[in-house]
Structures are given as C-alpha cells and as structure tokens.
C-alpha cells in the first residue's frame, strides 16, 4: 500500500497566504478542488507510487 505525507490545506505559506481563507464558495478554483477531493476517482495513480516500504512518502491526492 502507499505511503503518503500528511498535510493540511488550513496552512500558511512564507507570504503569509491562508490558501482556505483566498478559495471563495463560488469561483471555478473552489469547484474544481471539489471536484477533485470528492467526485473523480484517482487511485489508478496509486499503483504507479510504489513506496510502500522504502522511498520518500508520497503526497496523498485528495480522495
């Protein structure tokens, strides 16, 4: 199984740049990242890791 790094979305950046405080509710970023987090299936992508026990951890796309 693959290994991911752990993130978080609510973080701030060296610029001091929220990235959940700039999406708005009604803009093409906002549904595209729903799209991606909860409509499309991407785990045909998962295969292609292979870290499961050695390499660097991988980030976990939005499932």
């Keep these: 199984m693959s290994r991911f790094k752990v ?32 409509e499309i299936d991407l785990s045909v992508f998962h295969p292609g890791d292979r870290n499961d026990t050695t390499g660097r951890l991988a980030y976990d796309p939005p499932s």
């Design 7 to 38: 993130y978080n979305y609510n973080q701030n950046a060296m610029v001091v740049i929220n990235y959940q405080d700039q999406l708005q509710s009604d803009n093409f970023e906002c549904a595209l990242n729903y799209l991606f987090e909860h």
